[in-house]
């Protein structure tokens, strides 16, 4: 039985005092919760990462949203930051080829699988997030893009412990706009059966597939209803507590 997963992204939002606050108010309410049946990740921007691992918590684990793609724990790589730093930080999970970092990085999913592999032997959790653009599937292509991007952005040292997967396609991401159940279910089938191709039936089996893309507390009982749904990948509405919350709460 696989455990769900409640994650939320904050994207490029919180300064400090403004994230502090979320995280206590987010802490607060889901460490109240006794016997959760479900995990809770938070992935505030780098900036507030340290700060918001500083807030005391029990329950809620705390990523960062991307690792650098240098092996190096440091070094000369501008900009960046190790996976060993993310740790250093307080963070025991890491979301990585997210599609705004493939759009706007130019992120390849030979680079998502090295920063994945970085982040898993530095000992944090990865989710690797997947999925089409409008274009790829009005082009019917939407099945071949996301089974490529399970297949080349995986490590081989991947298992259902260390690694997530995320499947959001590119046109529900802050659009208000969601697949068909049915959509929905195909393609997280299809990515299971990808990961029993490349990793084995058993890491398929325990491996969470996520989706994200507009997941709002109104029709987040029925996203995560759907078969192969292990959790939700959350942007927008994980930035204020009730409707993080709200969408959880549907869990419970
Ligand atoms: P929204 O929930 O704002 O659509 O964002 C989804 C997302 O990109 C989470 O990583």
């Given at each position: 039985m696989r455990r769900k997963l409640i994650a939320g992204n904050w994207k490029m939002n919180g300064l400090k005092a403004d994230a502090v606050a979320l995280a206590k108010a987010v802490f607060e309410k889901?460490?109240?919760?006794?016997?959760?049946?479900?995990?809770?990740?938070?992935?505030?921007?780098?900036?507030?990462?340290?700060?918001v691992a500083d807030v005391p918590h029990t329950s809620v684990f705390v990523g960062a949203q991307d690792v650098a793609e240098t092996t190096k724990p440091n070094g000369a790589f501008t900009g960046d930051v190790s996976a060993a730093m993310v740790k250093d930080l307080g963070a025991t999970w890491t979301l990585v080829g997210h599609s705004e970092r493939r759009t706007y990085h130019n992120e390849t999913d030979a680079v998502v699988r090295q920063k994945t592999e970085n982040a898993i032997n530095n000992g944090l959790t990865v989710v690797i997030c997947i999925g089409e653009t409008l274009e790829e599937r009005e082009a019917g292509k939407a099945l071949?893009?996301?089974?490529?991007?399970?297949?080349?952005?995986?490590?081989?040292?991947?298992?259902?412990?260390?690694?997530?997967?995320?499947?959001?396609?590119?046109?529900?991401?802050?659009?208000?706009?969601?697949?068909?159940?049915?959509?929905?279910?195909?393609?997280?089938?299809?990515?299971?059966?990808?990961?029993?191709?490349?990793?084995?039936?058993?890491?398929?089996?325990?491996?969470?597939?996520?989706?994200?893309?507009?997941?709002?507390?109104?029709?987040?009982?029925?996203?995560?209803?759907?078969?192969?749904?292990?959790?939700?990948?959350?942007?927008?509405?994980?930035?204020?507590?009730?409707?993080?919350?709200?969408?959880?709460?549907?869990?419970?």
């Open positions: 889901f460490d109240s919760v006794a016997n959760c049946p479900f995990d809770v990740l938070v992935c505030p921007p780098m900036n507030v990462l340290g700060y071949e893009v996301v089974t490529r991007q399970v297949r080349e952005s995986t490590p081989a040292i991947a298992n259902a412990t260390n690694c997530v997967l995320a499947y959001e396609p590119v046109w529900a991401i802050g659009t208000g706009k969601v697949p068909t159940t049915a959509d929905v279910a195909e393609m997280h089938a299809a990515i299971r059966a990808e990961v029993a191709k490349n990793l084995g039936a058993e890491v398929a089996e325990g491996m969470r597939i996520l989706y994200g893309g507009s997941v709002k507390p109104e029709n987040a009982k029925e996203l995560l209803g759907v078969e192969n749904v292990d959790g939700a990948l959350i942007g927008g509405a994980s930035l204020k507590v009730e409707s993080f919350w709200a969408i959880a709460e549907t869990q419970l």
